[in-house]
């Protein structure tokens, strides 16, 4: 007899939002957390209209609406080769992308994980903050071992959950492969407050000079800024004027009402990151399974990590609420439906990337043809609707080197 059903390393929305469904269903569930305390990291806080359809399947919509889930209703594409009229002219209402779901759902990273890990406690779980694990094992006997103010631990389990995010301890002591691409760009995201001017209710991207700005409003003043930049000018917002930088970067001829985010308030860390994908072939071993970030990650320039967990969770939940067989095999379709959804929004992102994320006179001519050519032939950016409406909608030929060399005219 395991001590557990389930040991879940790391409690952030992947282990968190597993330990809920399966503790609430009965399971046993030990989480073992590093952090005392979640901190704003500069992690995912909007959830596209897909993963918020997850969500809602996986009950956990209104604990989220709860602890102050805000939807973007609108949104506005900016670019430099026009004007803030041209560009406010084609707003594009959020709803039209998931039945009944109103648009992405924005909620600060650090309470999304908390309110998680409240409502896991709350269902049975049990959580373990501070929690240096030393150890994990799978197969036949599954265990991980930790260190916490109490001293040292050892517990096993039926199954082992490794949701430890990008770095994963436990992905890399099953033994199971990394896939990365290299790095495309950089990323740089700020919270900032005090922006009760900016419309709630609107999301904006844009690019103009070197910069590509993207801004998510959480309601009550607060808005999550991100900043997409050359990887030969991965310095641009380090120091003492780093933060300052970045909100100058957001003064955009194009888009003027970005001044409102740039006279805003920082209210969190400025943190970059070199923005790739990851993917791993197969996502469990027997005896443990991966997921959200430790399984791998999607280049965050179209957010769909958080989405992407959700569907992780809502999957391995159901197998494991289906039956008492917890083995590889059992795992095995939800690691066909992962690679093949992995696959699909790297694509996406790629494509999107190469369109928003590269700077200098060509890149910019590139992104002025595509925003007249889609206007013509909406076709050309099929690949945008499989971050809003999910990778599965849309037909295979969308993911191919053809629909690649027709958006960018190669
Ligand atoms: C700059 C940036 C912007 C992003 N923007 C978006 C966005 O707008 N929308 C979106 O959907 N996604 C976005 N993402 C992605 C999103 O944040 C992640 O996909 C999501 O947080 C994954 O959740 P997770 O629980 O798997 O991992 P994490 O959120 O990283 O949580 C992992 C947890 O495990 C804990 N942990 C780690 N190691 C151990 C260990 N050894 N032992 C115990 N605990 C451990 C950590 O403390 C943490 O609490 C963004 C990511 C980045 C980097």
Redesign the pocket.
């Given at each position: 007899m395991a001590d557990y059903d389930l040991i879940i390393?790391?409690?952030?929305?992947?282990?968190?939002a597993l330990a809920q469904i399966m503790a609430a269903a009965g399971s046993s569930v030990l989480v073992?957390?590093?952090?005392e305390v979640?901190e704003d990291?500069?992690?995912?806080?909007?959830?596209?209209p897909w993963?918020v359809k997850e969500v809602v399947r996986v009950g956990l919509y209104e604990l989220l609406m709860g602890a102050g889930g805000h939807h973007v209703q609108t949104h506005v594409t900016y670019d430099e080769s026009r004007s803030a009229e041209a560009s406010e002219a084609e707003i594009l209402p959020l709803s039209i992308f998931a039945e009944g779901i109103a648009g992405p759902l924005c909620l600060g990273?650090p309470r999304h994980?908390q309110t998680l890990m409240d409502a896991a406690v709350a269902a049975g779980a049990r959580v373990v903050r501070g929690?240096?694990?030393s150890e994990i094992g799978a197969g036949a006997q599954p265990f991980a071992a930790?260190r916490d103010a109490d001293g040292d631990h050892r517990a096993t389990a039926r199954l082992l959950v490794g949701?430890?995010?990008?770095?994963?301890?436990?992905r890399e002591n099953l033994g199971v492969p990394l896939n990365q691409d290299p790095p495309h760009h950089m990323?740089?995201?700020l919270l900032v407050e005090g922006a009760e001017a900016w419309d709630a209710t609107r999301q904006v991207i844009g690019a103009e000079g070197q910069f590509g700005f993207l801004a998510?409003p959480q309601g009550s003043g607060r808005v999550?800024l991100?900043g997409s930049y050359a990887l030969d000018q991965r310095r641009r917002f380090s120091g003492a004027d780093g933060t300052a930088n970045f909100l100058a970067a957001f003064l955009a001829e194009c888009a003027p009402a970005n001044r409102i985010l740039a006279e805003a308030r920082p209210a969190g860390p400025l943190?970059?990151?070199f923005?790739n994908d990851a993917w791993t072939d197969q996502p469990f071993v027997e005896g443990a399974v991966l997921?959200?970030?430790?399984a791998g990650?999607?280049d965050?320039i179209t957010?769909?990590?958080?989405?992407?967990?959700y569907r992780d969770v809502r999957l391995v939940s159901e197998i494991l609420r289906a039956s008492s067989d917890w083995s590889a095999a059992a795992l095995a379709p939800y690691g066909e439906e992962r690679a093949e959804r992995l696959r699909r929004l790297r694509f996406s992102a790629a494509l999107t990337a190469a369109l928003d994320a590269e700077f200098g006179p060509e890149a910019a001519e590139r992104r002025r043809r595509h925003h007249e050519r889609s206007a013509a032939d909406p076709s050309l950016k099929a690949h945008a609707i499989a971050v809003m409406a999910g990778p599965e909608v849309l037909p295979p030929d969308v993911f191919t080197p053809e629909h690649w060399a027709r958006v960018l005219e190669l």
């Open positions: 390393v790391g409690g952030g929305i992947a282990g968190s073992l957390e590093a952090s979640f990291r500069v992690r995912g806080e909007w959830i596209a993963g990273h994980c929690a240096q694990v930790w949701a430890d995010g990008r770095a994963s301890f436990v990323f740089a995201g998510f999550r991100y943190l970059s990151y923005n997921i959200g970030d430790a990650w999607n965050p957010g769909q990590g958080l989405s992407i967990t």
